[in-house]
Structures are given as C-alpha cells and as structure tokens.
C-alpha cells in the first residue's frame, strides 16, 4: 500500500486500453465508454501528468464496419480489417478528445521500431516531442504492415515497451477484470483480486487464466509479460478494470483499485533496457553451471571458458540469449563481442588459448558484463 501512496507523484503516465472495454462486437468503438475515458484521462492531464495512451481496437472496429462475425483467419484480411478499424477508432477519439480541448496524435509501431536502436530513439523523440505539444499520443501497433513473425502481437507488450521507451513512471492496463484474481473469477467463487503483487513468481504466473474475448489478443498471460518487462525496466504497473468510474483519477489519489506490481528497485539502464526487452535475440549461446554462477551471483562478464553450445547466425556486436545448460532456460541477455563462427572456435576456450585459436587478438570477453542483463 505505501507504494501507491507515491502514485501522486508522478508525471509520466502509459495507459493502455483493450479491444474488449472499447469496442462492442456489434458497433465498433464504443461511444459511452470512449467518452467515460476521454474525460478520465483528460481530468489526469489537467494534473500535469504527461500521457501517452495505447489503445487497442483496430481490428475489433474493423471486424464490426466490415460485418465480419469473427476474426479473420487470413493475415491480409485481418490486416484489411485493422486498416479499416484504425481509422475510425482515431476519429472517435479525436471526437471525445476535443470536447475536452485535448489533441491526439496517432503512432503507429512495429517491433521493428522498437528492435532497431536508431527507430528506438527516434520512436522515443517523436513521442517526447508530441508531450511536448500537449498532444495526446494515441499508439497502437502498425497491424496493417507488421506481419505475425515480426509483430509484438499484444498491446499489453507493447505498451510496456512504450513505458520503457519514455521511461514512464507508471503503466496501467485498464481491462474488463478488476486485477489479477487468485482463480478465475467468473467460475470459481473463491477467487479473490490480489493488491500488490511484489515480484513476478512462478507462484504467480501460475495464476493465469485465459480470459480474452472474441476480438482481443491478450488475456493474463500477456499482461504478466507485460508486468515483467515494466518490472525490469524499473516502471510500475497497474492492472485495473476500464469500467471502474474515474478509475485513472481513483489510482492516481492513491486508491487501492486494481492489482499494483512493484517494479524492481534495481532499475535498468536506458541500454540494457534495450537489451532486454526492445530487440530478438539474434543467437542463442548455452553455458555451464559455473558461468550461470559467475553472471546471475558474481556480476561477472562471460568468458569463452563457460559457454557450451553457439546456436544461430549471429555478428558481432548483435543481442544473444544465454541459456542455462541444466533446463534450457534463458536467464540473460547481452551484445557479443564476436561472431558465431567465432565463437565456434573458441568456445570452451581458456582466456589464453583466445589468441592461438583465433589467429589475431581479440576480445577477453564473450560478452561484457556492462553490455548483459540478467533476465
Ligand atoms: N493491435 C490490435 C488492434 O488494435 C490489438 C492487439 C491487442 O489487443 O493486444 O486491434
């Protein structure tokens, strides 16, 4: 609870909504409910809090104005449908926005954007240089270009990468549930809505239930995804239901609403941000024990000495996993100093036998313990 005390302080906000709170099946947007948000969001802003709001939608609406029953199965229809969706979700907004003299301003991003360092930061200015305007950023994912193997795929991700990106001070993803419930809700009598939750357990993600609707891409599952990658970049998130009445407004006085989770206090860099979260691993690398030890205890860099299996095609300077040798898991993320033909060669390799193997001098370091981010 004393942690939401500070929610009153702070100045930078992501709110993400869900296709199933502002859509109807049968209508599209819904106009009561954009407008119930508009006047929340507006009433925070009046706070002087900087917003940025994540809106999903797109193709929900596009699904209603083309009379699709369901949700298309082909990717160009489903990107056709968005395509027509995000343009009308944008003018309801802009309507219930301007009532409140607020304008919007539409984002529209790939993963692409946000897995390339120079679209990162560009991304990152445009959307500093709309707060600087008073607009309102209204950013949804480019559905009508991205392609599934390179798309985010959810707006709760997304949106924990916009709050990354602009180093927000809190995200909250408002949805059609009061928080995260002990069982499922809907089914199970018992089930009770947890405040806080302090670190992302399993315990925890044992919790998930699969919740989404007919037009929506995330349930729980997601959302937790979400709340880790805020966690690690050091942002709080809220999970809360869009129905609740000012609920933005409530949240920000302090109001125990919703499930709150605590960031990690050892708040990444802007850089290993990046690392963890913005951009795919282009390479996976398998360690032994004893370097798990060294980089998740020790703080140490990765040696040569350690890593067991070189996996994918990868350049130097590129983000690889690294993954426990016991389970597989991937516990880390770094830049490489080397090649995967490279590392082929001097994998196992103690730090002397680095230069014979080789050929030419290099580095000591597979990856340096500046440039890598335990997971
Ligand atoms: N970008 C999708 C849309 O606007 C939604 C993705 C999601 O619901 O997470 O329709």
């Given at each position: ?76 229809e489903t990107q ?162 869009g129905r609740t009445?000012?609920?933005l407004a409530r ?125």
């Amino acid at each position: 609870m004393g942690a939401r005390r500070q929610l009153g302080r702070i100045r930078r906000l992501v709110v993400k909504v869900g296709s199933g709170l502002i859509t109807t099946p049968e209508a599209g947007p819904d106009r009561r409910r954009i407008a119930a948000l508009a006047a929340d969001l507006a009433a925070v802003r009046a706070d002087k809090v900087d917003t940025v709001l994540v809106s999903s939608g797109a193709i929900a609406t596009g699904m209603a104005r083309l009379a699709l029953p369901r949700r298309p199965r082909s990717m160009p229809e489903t990107q056709a449908a968005a395509a027509v969706g995000q343009s009308a979700l944008m003018r309801h907004y802009e309507t219930a926005f301007k009532r409140h003299g607020v304008s919007v301003g539409q984002v529209l991003l790939t993963a692409q954007d946000i897995g390339d360092r120079a679209r990162y930061l560009n991304a990152r200015n445009t959307l500093l240089a709309l707060l600087g305007f008073g607009v309102l950023p209204i950013v949804n994912e480019n559905d009508t270009v991205a392609t599934e193997e390179i798309k985010v795929g959810d707006n709760d991700n997304l949106s924990a990468l916009v709050a990354s990106l602009i180093e927000a001070d809190l995200l909250v993803l408002l949805t059609d549930v009061e928080g995260l419930y002990t069982a499922n809700p809907a089914t199970n009598p018992d089930a009770r809505k947890l405040d806080t939750v302090e670190a992302i357990t399993e315990d925890v993600t044992r919790l998930v239930w699969a919740g989404a609707g007919a037009g929506s891409v995330g349930g729980m599952a997601t959302k937790l995804q979400a709340a880790q990658k805020a966690a690690t970049a050091g942002v709080p998130m809220i999970i809360a239901s869009g129905r609740t009445e000012h609920v933005l407004a409530r949240l920000l006085h302090g109001e125990p609403l919703g499930t709150y989770f605590a960031p990690r206090a050892d708040r990444l860099g802007a850089r290993k941000r990046w690392i963890a979260f913005a951009v795919a691993p282009q390479g996976r690398l398998t360690v032994d024990a004893g370097a798990v030890r060294a980089l998740t205890l020790g703080g140490k860099s990765l040696l040569p000495s350690g890593v067991v299996k070189v996996e994918g095609d990868f350049a130097a300077g590129e983000v690889v996993a690294v993954c426990d040798e016991v389970d597989g898991r991937e516990f880390a993320r770094g830049l490489v100093n080397f090649d995967a033909p490279e590392l082929l060669r001097i994998r196992g390799a103690k730090t002397r036998e680095i230069e014979p193997r080789l050929g030419y001098k290099s580095f000591e370091e597979v990856i340096h313990r500046d440039n890598l981010v335990i997971l």
